[in-house]
């Protein structure tokens, strides 16, 4: 049987009615904004640990002496679990109800956090930042799942709305709760917090939520589609990862994005065979549905590679202390907080279009913005970016949100939801390789002859990549015993040349940021949403 059959077969036609509102709850159990409280509560220590991670990134670097690319990994190998993963996970939801698979990943994702805060090395915080990335795909997906099952057709999109405000609240949040943990407390700290969050999120779990299954579910599973398709997610986000280290024209790095293409054309052969598809091909004949999965990619490029660097623009250049660069995010926050509601309610009466559009613009007029910061801009200057930023985010986080799953069917959820945050991930781990690449690039080519520009002692070519390492994050490699005056001047010239790096890198972003503007015009609102309300509990 094909997957066209099977999509027929699994229609919103085919599902349970819809309902005015959601099944009667016995208390608690089943309530739909309890519902919301519950799932926001797990959902907020994922979106955290996206962006707590950069404003403890030096502080890991210094206490156990690792390098820029051990840092790049704390966060990439984080993203490359969760974008392997999450649609399978989403499919697992799906299966076995979205209930079990939120809990079981709320306890995973606490439990490897603790053992990050215990790590003492580098590559056990690399190793639970990847376990971390499994379990926390596990929940973000049933997290939708419950909301579209939970919430009638009428208050889905606010409910997104809020569930949208609390991801970007959490993720433009993590520096500056990052940054009181760090300086009061300990980097380590940044992790523990995550045990007693996820204690009551699992206590929350199970005494409110209800599982809720569509009446076409799935009922088994397409083992060889999941194989290609990991495998072939893992070779992307690999590659991408690997690029700036091995170099865009090395043999490895064409070798894994060629085992990519044949893995995503393997799986899309298979998918088209199998009686239930992972994923039905069908989905993405949903032009809004496709657009809405872009629109992700292309936003978190823009998003998460850009304050990557910026982190360390406040911390190495203006050498503030990880509260105070925290809460010089804080515009950033508070506009995402803001705007997320707001937005919801805007995209129901208006739809997605115009606010996607309209976000995605403001946040290329914020990154070319950033993109001329200085080493000795102000405050004020500062603030004005990073608020224009948080108000052009706001709208893609909850419009593609709704877009992509509310254009699935029902018994999809899980594997929309899946396909929302991998989008997002592969973004993420995009955004810091190309934009890392571009900063990495942009120094190599600058810092030699700044350094001799500056009258600088010649260094060999072991020492200028070692500097360069130390530029890449704007910190000054400066010799203990240094001279004052010639610290000064090498100070200088690595700022400048972090500063140049960075101005190149957010240009690119913003470049990203204006072809979105474009994709967010092929959206509309979800066909399928009403088929959310009224899925009977199991």
């Not at 899946?418 to 991930?425: F, P």
């Amino acid at each position: 049987m094909t997957s066209q059959t099977t999509v027929d077969k699994t229609g919103p036609a085919d599902e349970a009615p819809a309902a005015s509102g959601p099944a009667p709850a016995e208390g608690l159990r089943g309530h739909p904004w309890f519902t919301l409280i519950t799932v926001a509560v797990g959902v907020m220590m994922v979106a955290l640990d996206g962006t707590i991670v950069a404003i403890a990134n030096p502080a890991i670097q210094k206490d156990l002496g690792a390098t820029f690319a051990d840092v790049q990994w704390i966060t990439n190998g984080y993203f490359l679990a969760l974008a392997v993963t999450l649609i399978t996970a989403g499919k697992l939801g799906d299966r076995f109800g979205h209930r079990q698979t939120f809990l079981i990943g709320v306890v995973g994702f606490a439990a490897a956090s603790g053992a990050i805060g215990l790590s003492d090395s580098i590559a056990f915080v690399v190793v639970f930042r990847v376990l971390q990335g499994l379990f926390g795909a596990l929940l973000m997906p049933a997290a939708l799942g419950l909301l579209r099952a939970t919430f009638p057709a009428e208050k889905l999109n606010m409910a997104i709305g809020i569930w949208g405000m609390v991801i970007g609240a959490s993720t433009a949040g993590g520096p500056i709760l990052g940054g009181v943990l760090v300086e009061h407390v300990s980097w380590q700290s940044v992790f523990f917090i995550n045990v007693p969050v996820g204690i009551l999120a699992v206590v929350l779990g199970a005494v409110i939520l209800t599982d809720h299954r569509a009446k076409n579910a799935p009922r088994s599973f397409d083992l060889l589609g999941i194989g290609l398709l990991s495998g072939a997610m893992f070779c992307l986000v690999w590659a991408l990862i690997k690029a700036p280290a091995w170099g865009w024209g090395d043999v490895l790095t064409w070798s894994f994005l060629g085992i990519s293409v044949l893995g995503f054309g393997l799986f899309a052969f298979w998918e088209n065979r199998v009686r239930e598809p992972l994923i039905p091909l069908a989905l993405f004949r949903s032009v809004p549905l496709s657009a809405g999965v872009v629109l992700m990619v292309l936003m978190a490029i823009a998003f998460m590679g850009g304050l990557f660097f910026v982190t360390f623009y406040l911390q190495n250049v203006h050498g503030m202390s990880p509260i105070d660069a925290g809460l010089h995010l804080l515009p950033l926050t508070g506009m995402m907080i803001v705007g997320s509601p707001l937005a919801g309610a805007m995209i129901s009466k208006t739809g997605p279009r115009v606010p996607l559009a309209g976000g995605m613009a403001f946040t290329a007029v914020a990154m070319f913005g950033i993109s001329t910061l200085e080493t000795d801009t102000g405050s004020g200057l500062m603030s004005i970016w990073f608020a224009l930023l948080g108000l052009g985010l706001a709208p893609v986080m909850v419009g593609a949100t709704e877009v992509i799953v509310g254009n699935a069917p029902m018994e999809l959820s899980g594997v929309a939801g899946g396909l929302q945050q991998a989008a997002m991930q592969i973004g993420g781990s995009l955004g810091t390789a190309v934009l890392g690449a571009v900063m990495a690039s942009k120094v190599d080519n600058d810092l030699a002859g700044n350094w001799a520009d500056a009258g600088l002692p010649k260094l060999s070519p072991a020492e200028l990549d070692q500097a360069a390492e130390a530029v890449q994050v704007g910190a000054p490699p400066v010799a203990p015993g240094t001279p004052p005056e010639i610290a000064a001047k090498i100070t200088d010239v690595a700022h400048d040349t972090f500063i140049s790096g960075m101005s190149l890198a957010s240009l690119v972003a913003a470049g990203v940021a204006v072809v979105a503007v474009f994709v967010a015009f092929l959206t509309k609102r979800g066909a399928n949403a009403e088929a959310g309300a009224g899925v009977g509990h199991i």
